[in-house]
C-alpha cells in the first residue's frame, strides 16, 4: 500500500512540474490571440505589427485519472531574493502571471480530481521542514517549491527524487528545459 501511494505522490509532482512549465510556455501565444478572451489585458499595444505567433498548445503525455478529491500539498516560501513562490492563487487579478497560475491549477483540479493548497513558509525554514519531514517519512506536503541553490544541495544529499526516476517526465519535450 505504501509503494502505491509513493507512486501516487511521484505522479502528482510530476503534474505540478509538468503543469508549472506549460503555464509559463503558453506566455508565449500571440497577444491578440490571448486578448479575444475575456479577461485577458494585453501587455503592449496589440495595435502594432508584431511576429506571427505559433497556435501550439503543451498537453502532458499523462494518463487520464482521478485522484478522488486527493488533497495536493506545497510548502512554498513567503520571501525569498526573487519575490514569494506562488503555487496556488484563490482568484483571478487581472496580473498575467497570477491569472496564468489560477488557471492552470483550476484545470488540473478539475481534469485530476485533485485540490491543490499551499502552506506558506519562510524561506530560511524551508529546507529544515524538508529535510525533517523526509528523514521522519512524514507525509506533511507532496511538493516543496524551492530556489535553485537549495534545491541542487537537497538533491545532492539525497533529499529530493531526481527527475531521470519520475515516470512519465519527458525533459526532451519541446518547452520543459529546451527553451
Given at each position: 500500500m505504501k509503494n502505491i501511494a509513493k507512486i501516487i505522490i511521484a505522479f502528482i509532482k510530476i503534474l505540478a512540474v509538468l503543469f508549472a512549465v506549460s503555464a509559463c510556455s503558453r506566455s508565449n501565444n500571440n497577444n491578440a490571440e490571448n486578448n479575444e478572451k475575456p479577461g485577458n489585458i494585453p501587455d503592449s499595444d496589440s495595435s502594432q505589427?508584431?511576429?506571427?505567433?505559433?497556435?501550439?498548445?503543451?498537453?502532458?503525455?499523462?494518463?487520464?485519472?482521478?485522484?478522488?478529491?486527493?488533497e495536493f500539498r506545497a510548502i512554498v516560501s513567503t520571501d525569498n531574493i526573487y519575490g514569494p513562490f506562488t503555487f496556488n492563487v484563490g482568484e483571478e487579478t487581472?496580473?498575467?502571471?497570477?491569472?496564468?497560475?489560477?488557471?492552470?491549477?483550476?484545470?488540473?483540479?478539475?481534469?485530476?480530481?485533485v485540490i491543490l493548497t499551499q502552506k506558506e513558509?519562510?524561506?530560511?525554514?524551508?529546507?529544515?521542514?524538508?529535510k525533517k519531514s523526509v528523514t521522519a517519512s512524514l507525509e506533511d506536503f507532496d511538493v516543496c517549491m524551492q530556489i535553485d541553490r537549495f534545491g541542487y544541495s537537497l538533491g545532492f544529499q539525497g533529499y529530493i527524487l531526481p527527475t531521470e526516476n519520475l515516470p512519465y517526465m519527458d525533459l526532451s519535450q519541446r518547452g520543459i528545459g529546451t527553451g
Open positions: 505589427p508584431g511576429p506571427e505567433a505559433k497556435s501550439e498548445s503543451f498537453a502532458p503525455n499523462l494518463p487520464d485519472i482521478s485522484f478522488d478529491g486527493y487581472g496580473d498575467t502571471l497570477n491569472d496564468a497560475v489560477y488557471k492552470r491549477n483550476r484545470f488540473i483540479e478539475e481534469k485530476y480530481n513558509i519562510d524561506l530560511w525554514s524551508l529546507e529544515t521542514t524538508l
